[in-house]
């Protein structure tokens, strides 16, 4: 890896948020990005020969905001909007899907009343149900209870729901994951000897790591069947990769 990293004419490095950079949280509000690895993002987004890329499922605005490095590339909401060079950009979500996500919301809404701990998250182009919190007991029937009101969405492809970590989202049904997102910014900066690296903890992540099958793959925490090449155990090895790859590349 060290030989494929000083070879490379440039690294684009893709990094997801939550459990990979900053440690998963009871709840997405107490997350935090430990200083070190922001002081650490901050060098490596002055270095001329690095790229960095934060591809994450949250809200561009929220992932903007919670790293807080300029000069990053920020890709939010699994692909569909994007922070890059200065402007935002999104996928063209259809109408339709607009429309199933508002009509959804308020069902969801009644359904996350019932059970404490639950949360809906309006995440702009898509909704979140956070269940982390909530009593396991009750989990089985609230993801019953969403699949059961988005299925008339998902029916027609409108819609559709991913499953995360603790987490169920629901999507406009476009097929565009994490894995085209990567793929795209890569193809964007069509340099030669392009070298990308991508850790990720999550099965989204999976997408990016199966789209990136030329770059260095990296899961964080040991899992079966992952398409990653390498894995590191957790946030803090991820931390001190990316110390190791500042310094090597400096
Ligand atoms: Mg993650």
Known sequence: MKEQILKSGHTVLLLDYDGTLAPIAPSPEQSALPSSTRSVLQRLSRNPRVTVALISGRPLADLRQLVGVRNLTYVGNHGLETWH????????????????????????????????GARLEDKGLSLALHYRLAPTSQVARLKAGIRRAARPFVRSRALSLLNGRKIIEVRPGLNWT???????????????????????????????????????TIRVGAHRGSKARYYVRNVREVAALLEWIATQLA
């Open 85 to 116: 060079r200065g402007r935002r950009t999104s996928v063209a979500v259809p109408g339709r899907s607009r429309e199933a996500l508002s009509r959804l919301r308020p069902t969801l809404a009644g359904l996350v009343k019932d059970v404490p």
């Open 178 to 216: 994490k894995g085209d997102a990567a793929l795209r910014l890569v193809k964007r900066m069509r340099g030669r000897r392009l070298l990308p690296i991508c850790i990720g903890d999550d099965r989204t992540d999976e997408d990016a790591f199966g789209a990136l099958i030329d770059g260095i």
